[in-house]
């Protein structure tokens, strides 16, 4: 058994496997950045190592530091986890020549299926289904738009190189394709090194759906069943289950064993994800299911294996890279229950998603579900009880820093239950109960997709999150029961001249001047609280601050104080800066007039292109920057005048 392992990664998955290292009596390394000096993942290892500076390219991303840095604190092994260089056959074979372990996959398997174009054709000569398109070398776009017509509208183009969502275009009409296919090759081309595409038909109604396999050094290879990753924004997966909903055994079986076949036809050792694409227009049918790609590495999504099935995939892979078999047969694995993750990310859902970076001065996930009130089949609000148990992956602790340089995954929530019902009412507590200021996390989405009636009767698609617009909406603000609570508990230290009328022994009637997250309201303490208020809007008090929280939201109150105005607001058609970054397009000129939701330029940030639009119709009164500008958060990139 391996006595000694570094991890060649960071934050939650960093943790993770850390956890069961230490279970199994094995010593840690951790690597970092300058940007992860302090990190989590750091202060968990039993030794951790500097690498080099923030920029992925420049630690994470080079391994050399890595194989050096095992090297120096005498590992045996290296984890690379997902990411990074987690899927790079050039590392794994350097880590194996250099005498140390690859807790991985053979490096000619990730070959074999690193890239799509040819994994497909490997995966179709084996017998496995593959969805139509075009996967040959020829780039010309306009050649590229001739394959696109031929397949016919709309189609997918897809990194070959690609992984996360990044490098991924849904393309819906001949006019927008040239457009789409410069975007998915820059994108691609600055996150994989590879500007390389395929094209594929774009499956209508899609579910992502998705087969985790293992295989050992002993020629072993099972499925542990299979996963929905259906609901996704900007094509990365933000809420998985296990089982998938819907599936039936005839067409579990075939799809399994179709996993299976892809696995052993490239001899696969560790632990591999196979992923399909379903048209689930009629049901889910093995013969409308097609292989889209292997991920030749553990899955961010893993837990909701490890749920249902109750094995360690960690575990299994570090016991078969030490050379062990596989610890449990095909007829050993069942089903237990039904499993649910939600990525919690460090981002703003009302603000299309940008990643929120800073310093985490209050995070508090939760360690225990409630019963829940949930809409139900009458679209009306039930209280019931539910009968889920909770797992919390993260990286981060009170205090941490969400960082720019990376992914911004803040946390996993799992709820796992006897059935997905149950499952979903423990996700959608645990969602609520999230909280965290003032880096903004995408909590409140996630809360606004567990409780949409189409969620919970498994009406899926890889479409859903654009289908219901209403699970993100506009923060409105803390309730007048929020501002109650807030208001009784900042009254003894209260200034007392900010108080309206308030006087100890007088009848609960005065109302106090409270800021919350900057704002001015006022909390009432002649309201009456209900119940059950402070279980699913609970407060708590820091110092001289309330921290009020509900339904994925936290707001920061405090006593009023005054404030200047601030130079730029929402209202006035100031295009700020959401993030530091690269502007890389311009698409508008000073005095240009423009119309609402119009493109104005593109921001790119953590790999990542943001499009910037106009709030209203009017004209561009003042343009700050050109292509090639790195901006700070906040700084004004473009003010729109309003037409009259």
């Given at each position: 058994m391996i006595r000694s392992l570094l991890i060649a990664n960071r934050g939650e998955i960093a943790c993770r496997i850390i956890r069961t290292a230490r279970a199994m009596g094995i010593r840690t390394v951790a690597v970092y950045s300058d940007a992860d000096a302090k990190a989590l993942h750091v202060r968990q290892a039993d030794e951790a190592v500097h690498i080099g500076p923030s920029p992925a390219r420049e630690s994470y991303?080079?391994?050399?530091?890595?194989?050096?840095?095992?090297?120096?604190?005498?590992?045996?092994?290296?984890?690379?986890?997902?990411?990074?260089?987690?899927?790079?056959?050039?590392?794994?074979?350097?880590?194996?020549?250099?005498?140390?372990?690859?807790?991985?996959?053979?490096?000619?398997?990730?070959?074999?299926?690193?890239?799509?174009?040819?994994?497909?054709?490997?995966?179709?000569?084996?017998?496995?289904?593959?969805?139509?398109?075009?996967?040959?070398?020829?780039?010309?776009?306009?050649f590229l738009a001739e394959r696109a017509a031929e397949i016919g509208y709309p189609v997918l183009i897809k990194a070959v190189a690609g992984g996360g969502g990044k490098g991924m275009r849904k393309v819906e009409a001949a006019a927008d394709f040239a457009d789409a296919l410069a975007s998915c090759q820059r994108e691609a081309l600055a996150s994989f090194g590879n500007?390389?595409?395929?094209?594929?038909?774009?499956?209508?109604?899609?579910?992502?759906?998705?087969?985790?396999?293992?295989?050992?050094?002993?020629?072993?290879?099972?499925?542990?069943?299979?996963?929905?990753?259906?609901?996704?924004?900007r094509h990365q997966k933000v809420i998985e289950?296990?089982?998938?909903?819907?599936?039936?055994?005839?067409?579990?079986?075939?799809?399994?064993?179709?996993?299976?076949?892809?696995?052993?036809?490239?001899?696969y050792v560790g632990a591999g994800t196979i992923e399909f694409i379903a048209d689930a227009s009629e049901g889910l049918r093995a013969d409308r299911i097609w292989f889209m790609e292997m991920n030749t590495r553990l899955q961010v999504e893993h837990p909701v294996t490890e749920m249902?099935?109750?094995?360690?995939?960690?575990?299994?892979?570090?016991?078969?890279?030490?050379?062990?078999?596989?610890?449990?047969?095909?007829?050993?694995?069942?089903?237990?229950?039904?499993?649910?993750?939600?990525?919690?990310?460090?981002?703003?859902?009302?603000?299309?998603?940008?990643?929120?970076?800073?310093?985490?001065?209050?995070?508090?996930?939760?360690?225990?579900?409630?019963?829940?009130?949930?809409?139900?089949?009458?679209?009306?609000?039930?209280?019931?009880?539910?009968?889920?148990?909770?797992?919390?992956?993260?990286?981060?602790?009170e205090g941490d820093e969400i960082s720019p340089f990376y992914d911004p995954m803040a946390a996993k929530l799992i709820a796992h239950a006897p059935d997905r019902l149950n499952a979903t009412l423990g996700l959608m507590n645990a969602a609520s109960d999230v909280r965290c200021w003032p880096v903004k996390t995408n909590a409140s989405m996630l809360h606004g997709l567990l409780v949409e009636p189409d969620f919970y009767k498994a009406r899926l698609s890889t479409a859903f999150i654009e289908e219901h617009p209403n699970a993100v909406y506009e923060d409105e603000g803390p309730g007048q029961y929020a501002l109650t609570r807030a208001a009784e508990m900042l009254v003894s230290s209260a200034v007392p001249s900010?108080?309206?009328?308030?006087?100890?022994?007088?009848?609960?009637?005065?109302?106090?001047?409270?800021?919350?997250?900057?704002?001015?309201?006022?909390?009432?303490v002649a309201y009456e609280l209900p119940e059950m208020h402070d279980i699913y809007f609970p407060s708590e008090r820091v110092g001289d601050v309330?921290?009020?929280?509900?339904?994925?939201?936290?707001?920061?109150?405090?006593?009023?104080?005054?404030?200047?105005?601030?130079?730029?607001?929402a209202g006035d058609g100031a295009i700020l800066a959401p993030m530091p970054g690269k502007v890389i397009a311009v698409e508008v000129a000073a005095g240009d007039t423009v119309t609402k939701g119009q493109k104005l330029l593109v921001l790119e940030a953590m790999k990542m292109e943001h499009a910037l639009t106009a709030p209203f119709d009017g004209t561009v009164a003042e343009l700050t920057v050109a292509v090639g500008s790195q901006v700070s958060v906040e700084a004004l990139l473009v003010r729109v005048e309003k037409a009259e």
């Amino acid at each position: 058994m391996i006595r000694s392992l570094l991890i060649a990664n960071r934050g939650e998955i960093a943790c993770r496997i850390i956890r069961t290292a230490r279970a199994m009596g094995i010593r840690t390394v951790a690597v970092y950045s300058d940007a992860d000096a302090k990190a989590l993942h750091v202060r968990q290892a039993d030794e951790a190592v500097h690498i080099g500076p923030s920029p992925a390219r420049e630690s994470y991303l080079v391994g050399e530091k890595i194989i050096a840095a095992a090297k120096a604190t005498g590992a045996e092994a290296i984890h690379p986890g997902y990411g990074f260089l987690s899927e790079n056959a050039e590392f794994a074979q350097a880590v194996i020549d250099a005498g140390l372990i690859w807790v991985g996959p053979k490096p000619a398997s990730i070959t074999a299926m690193g890239l799509k174009d040819a994994a497909k054709q490997l995966m179709a000569a084996a017998g496995v289904p593959v969805t139509p398109g075009y996967m040959g070398e020829n780039q010309e776009p306009a050649f590229l738009a001739e394959r696109a017509a031929e397949i016919g509208y709309p189609v997918l183009i897809k990194a070959v190189a690609g992984g996360g969502g990044k490098g991924m275009r849904k393309v819906e009409a001949a006019a927008d394709f040239a457009d789409a296919l410069a975007s998915c090759q820059r994108e691609a081309l600055a996150s994989f090194g590879n500007a390389h595409v395929l094209i594929e038909k774009y499956i209508q109604r899609p579910r992502h759906i998705e087969v985790q396999v293992f295989g050992d050094t002993h020629g072993n290879v099972v499925h542990l069943f299979e996963r929905d990753c259906s609901l996704q924004r900007r094509h990365q997966k933000v809420i998985e289950e296990a089982p998938a909903p819907g599936m039936d055994e005839a067409t579990r079986e075939a799809l399994c064993a179709a996993a299976v076949s892809a696995a052993k036809a490239v001899d696969y050792v560790g632990a591999g994800t196979i992923e399909f694409i379903a048209d689930a227009s009629e049901g889910l049918r093995a013969d409308r299911i097609w292989f889209m790609e292997m991920n030749t590495r553990l899955q961010v999504e893993h837990p909701v294996t490890e749920m249902i099935t109750g094995v360690d995939l960690v575990e299994w892979q570090l016991r078969v890279a030490s050379g062990e078999p596989l610890p449990r047969r095909q007829d050993q694995l069942r089903i237990n229950g039904h499993a649910i993750e939600a990525r919690l990310y460090a981002e703003d859902p009302t603000k299309g998603s940008l990643p929120s970076i800073g310093k985490l001065e209050y995070f508090r996930l939760p360690e225990k579900l409630e019963p829940y009130e949930y809409r139900g089949t009458d679209n009306c609000w039930h209280w019931k009880e539910h009968d889920a148990r909770l797992r919390i992956d993260t990286g981060y602790e009170e205090g941490d820093e969400i960082s720019p340089f990376y992914d911004p995954m803040a946390a996993k929530l799992i709820a796992h239950a006897p059935d997905r019902l149950n499952a979903t009412l423990g996700l959608m507590n645990a969602a609520s109960d999230v909280r965290c200021w003032p880096v903004k996390t995408n909590a409140s989405m996630l809360h606004g997709l567990l409780v949409e009636p189409d969620f919970y009767k498994a009406r899926l698609s890889t479409a859903f999150i654009e289908e219901h617009p209403n699970a993100v909406y506009e923060d409105e603000g803390p309730g007048q029961y929020a501002l109650t609570r807030a208001a009784e508990m900042l009254v003894s230290s209260a200034v007392p001249s900010r108080l309206q009328g308030f006087r100890l022994n007088a009848r609960r009637e005065s109302r106090v001047y409270l800021d919350a997250d900057g704002k001015p309201v006022e909390g009432d303490v002649a309201y009456e609280l209900p119940e059950m208020h402070d279980i699913y809007f609970p407060s708590e008090r820091v110092g001289d601050v309330v921290y009020a929280s509900g339904a994925g939201r936290t707001r920061r109150i405090t006593v009023r104080e005054t404030r200047g105005a601030n130079t730029h607001h929402a209202g006035d058609g100031a295009i700020l800066a959401p993030m530091p970054g690269k502007v890389i397009a311009v698409e508008v000129a000073a005095g240009d007039t423009v119309t609402k939701g119009q493109k104005l330029l593109v921001l790119e940030a953590m790999k990542m292109e943001h499009a910037l639009t106009a709030p209203f119709d009017g004209t561009v009164a003042e343009l700050t920057v050109a292509v090639g500008s790195q901006v700070s958060v906040e700084a004004l990139l473009v003010r729109v005048e309003k037409a009259e």
